[in-house]
């Protein structure tokens, strides 16, 4: 098992950025695929950005060019700057890692959430 606690989140104006970190425990941090998904009000949870253990990066295409992913296998951390805010980036951003244990079987963990709020 592996928990995540996710930081960072906050209220900035349009235009301006955030970093957000996720610290892991419990596991091999390296062995996990991590992520950062968001979630708007009445809105389902949705991809934004995610990280291989040996460093292939895929985007939602709504953040391409503004927001960059990294991990830091040393301190079991996983970041995500956040540049060029707009106010459609508001959601509660969630940390996530998954990894599969086994053929056809996936193991997803998450953390709290932390609230991201844009203003215009």
């Known amino acids: 098992q592996v928990q995540l606690v996710e930081s ?14 996720c610290a892991a425990s419990g596991s091999i941090f390296s062995s996990y ?10 809105e389902q ?10 460093g292939t990066i895929n985007y939602a295409d709504s953040v391409k060019g503004r927001f960059t992913i990294s991990r830091d296998n040393a301190k079991n951390t996983v970041y995500l700057q956040m540049n060029s805010l707009k106010p459609e980036d508001t959601a509660v951003y969630y940390c996530n890692a998954y ?3 086994g053929p056809g079987v996936r193991s997803d963990y998450w953390g709290q959430g932390t609230q991201v709020t844009v203003s215009s």
């Open 45 to 54: 949870r949705e991809l934004v950005a995610s990280i291989t253990r040996v």
């Open 8 to 21: 960072g989140g906050g209220l900035v104006q349009s235009g301006g950025s955030l970093r957000l970190s």
């Open 99 to 101: 990894r599969f244990p």
């Open 33 to 42: 695929v991590m992520g950062w998904y968001r979630q708007a009000p009445g």
